[in-house]
T-cell receptor, first 110, second 113 residues
Framework: ELKVEQNPLFLSMQEGKNYTIYCNYSTTSDRLYWYRQDPGKSLESLFVLLSNGAVKQEGRLMASLDTKARLSTLHITAAVHDLSATYFCAGGEGSEKLVFGKGTKLTVNP | DSGVTQTPKHLITATGQRVTLRCSPRSGDLSVYWYQQSLDQGLQFLIQYYNGEERAKGNILERFSAQQFPDLHSELNLSSLELGDSALYFC????????????FGSGTRLTVV
């Protein structure tokens, strides 16, 4: 059974700073997903990582996947307030199911 | 608007009651997934349907059931409700497998009092 762990679970950072959220998973998974959720809202897909070494970037966010280490990272560059949200990683289990981590609540302070 | 429609957005009901949550997937998507999000358990996979048939089952209680209709909309039925069933219930859809992830609806917030 796939288990997904994120850390940190809470992250408070200043605008302009860089930080990384880590996502470890317990068994072999060939795909990893990152989602963003604003309070009380739906989950928005950010990145889909489908192979070892995959790196994707969108604005101030960059995600990578190392399947050998069973690790994905979400790097935040020069954070801005608008990035405040909860970020979830999820691993693919079987062909259909996504298993989510508990989420990292990010607060960016001015 | 993600294209996945969930109704109602909010539901308040008493313990012991039964409710039905409805989901219309994005146009062209054949798979529907139900997830429960609570503070203590996080996002838990409940069940998946593909083109009307149950495809995968997760941590779904026996008091809960779901189905997908010929027009591909899905309903999640929750019965004998308990206070602990209070949560956000999300529906998501995908074209066929989940390889490229899901598109989530806006959720139904269920409060059991």
């Amino acid at each position: 059974e796939l288990k997904v762990e994120q850390n940190p679970l809470f992250l408070s950072m200043q605008e302009g700073k860089n930080y990384t959220i880590y996502c470890n998973y317990s068994t072999t998974s060939d795909r990893l997903y990152w989602y963003r959720q604003d309070p009380g809202k739906s989950l928005e897909s950010l990145f889909v990582l489908l192979s070892n070494g995959a790196v994707k970037q969108e604005g101030r966010l960059m995600a990578s996947l190392d399947t050998k280490a069973r690790l994905s990272t979400l790097h935040i560059t020069a954070a801005v307030h608008d990035l405040s949200a909860t970020y979830f990683c999820a691993g693919g289990e079987g062909s259909e199911k996504l298993v989510f981590g508990k989420g990292t609540k990010l607060t960016v302070n001015p | 608007d993600s294209g996945v429609t969930q109704t109602p957005k909010h539901l308040i009901t008493a313990t012991g009651q039964r409710v039905t949550l409805r989901c219309s997937p994005r146009s062209g998507d054949l798979s529907v997934y139900w997830y429960q999000q609570s503070l203590d358990q996080g996002l838990q996979f409940l069940i998946q349907y593909y083109n009307g048939e149950e495809r995968a089952k997760g941590n779904i209680l026996e008091r809960f059931s779901a189905q997908q209709f010929p027009d591909l909309h899905s309903e999640l039925n929750l019965s004998s409700l308990e206070l602990g069933d209070s949560a956000l219930y999300f529906c998501a859809s995908s074209t066929s497998g989940a390889r490229y992830g899901y598109t989530f609806g806006s959720g139904t917030r269920l409060t059991v009092v």
